[in-house]
């Protein structure tokens, strides 16, 4: 790799622009199913001269005399670097696993399907057996891919620890974060005892419901995207309704998503398009996608209005700010922050009755499937924090297989979880700490727009403009200073508890 380059932090930011355009752009492609191939490694190989150590020396030296915004401009830059060093000695790996991954089929009843495929048909599936046999097809096919996840992850750790020098995996995080990771989690952990008793309650009532009397006293993971989607509700919650409801309900709100032209819907149906809805901010705030794949059910609306929050963020930054404080940020617990407040609007009795023509005690019932869906994803990111706590605490006794992971899952959930489950599961960076964060903060947002705007916060014009000027600025502000700016401490929880126990 050359490392004649040396860039000033401007000249490095704007290069860095372009260079995360293509990434993200090729990321899409792979993710939607328009490509079968990735091909990171060619962009990056494109871009080899953006990142040296001597350009991450130069960044390192300009932030060590910088002050206020400047010096928090330089962070992200040095940061993004360092990623980037990383990316390059890694990419190729990272696509002969992806690519992998992509090619890999099991056979289900007579038929080829791709790993991707069998995740959405899990949700669809209306047979509890069947959905058991095509689970543990799709675990044993995925776990396949577990030796060369666990090194890659070695892999990655030992390059970020030697760029940041910083060697502890838990203390790198909470430093990017400027959080206490463990005390956050338990802080988690006193929520999640709290709301237990009623989880319980909500959990029997709906299993019984969307799973059947014949259901298993601890049902597998393979159940749970069907779980999700709340599938025995999907005559009401019909795909084809699913995005003219959404985009009424943002209407409410005061954004015309459909008219924005800085956000890219994206609602087809591909074989290889992944289940999971996202947002791919390629450059924001013009270029921000926004994914989606329906299946029908109650789910689809949730994921679209979750997503619109990303992407009314993205798109709704001002575009004078410098590209660092519109991409780049310190962690994704700010942006999940809107993604939440958007979802959180299904959870809204009347909501089901405006849109879906049900009775008040039929709304109110569909409530609270999602109060419960809720509570069951708090209570399981609290105990996947718990157990990456472990994992990246100790990763040299790391193996293929976690106890520890199943155990932690299966007793927050009720549902099974497997010993090799783990490293599919495995989001970077401690993102299960920034979904929690969210969490709190969400609940935080919700009671300070009911107490600005009232009761009716989830369809007015008011918590649009309240919305809009948060979305302004960009990705500079923590979430931790968004609580300040609300009127509660970081970890006041007491909202998020009473609306996970209604």
Known sequence: MSTTAVRSPAE????????????SEEGRA?????????????????????FSRDQLSALRGEEEQAEGDRREWLYRLRKTCESGLVAAELAER???????????????????????????QLAVLPGYRDRDVLGELHREASAAFNEQRLELLRAYEELEAELSEQPDAVARNEEEKQISLHELESVLKAASDEIEGSFIEMRERWFALLLGPDRDEQPSSAHMG??????PLDSTYTKERATEVCLATLTALGFDL????????????????????????????????????????????????????????????????????????RD??????????????????????????????EARKNAEATAFLEALLFRRYTAKLQFELGFWSNLEAAAVTSDDYAERLTAATGIRYPRDGHLADMDAGFYSADYL?????????????????????????????????????GTRPSSEEIAARLGFEPHDTAPLVAELSS
């Open 258 to 329: 459909a008219s924005d032209r800085n956000i890219r819907l994206d609602l087809d149906d591909r074989p290889q398009k992944s289940p999971r809805a996202c947002v791919i901010a390629s450059d924001p705030p013009r270029v921000v996608h926004l994914i989606t794949r329906a299946q029908g059910g109650l789910h689809d609306y949730q994921a679209f209005l979750h997503e619109a929050g990303h992407a009314l963020h993205y798109a709704g930054c001002d575009p004078n700010l410098p590209y660092t404080f519109r991409r780049l940020s």
């Open 30 to 50: 792979v993710r939607v199913g328009e490509k079968e191939i990735s091909e990171q490694a060619a962009i990056v190989a494109r871009y080899e001269d953006l």
């Open 226 to 231: 069907y779980v999700r989607r709340l599938s």
């Open 437 to 473: 964060r969210a969490w709190i903060r969400h609940a935080q947002l919700r009671a300070y727009l009911i107490a600005e705007v009232g009761a009716d916060w989830w369809r007015s014009t008011q918590t649009g403009e309240i919305l809009r000027d948060l979305f302004a600025e």
């Open 12 to 23: 490095f930011e704007e290069q860095l622009q372009r260079y995360l355009f293509e990434r």
């Open 94 to 120: 990272d696509d002969e696993l992806e690519n992998s991954i992509l090619a890999a089929r099991l056979s289900f009843q007579g038929e080829e399907l791709p790993l991707r495929s069998a995740v959405a």
């Open 332 to 361: 994704h617990a700010l942006t999940e922050i809107y993604s939440y407040i958007c979802e959180a609007i299904t959870r809204e009795p009347a909501w089901h009755t405006e849109y879906f023509g049900l009775s008040e005690d």
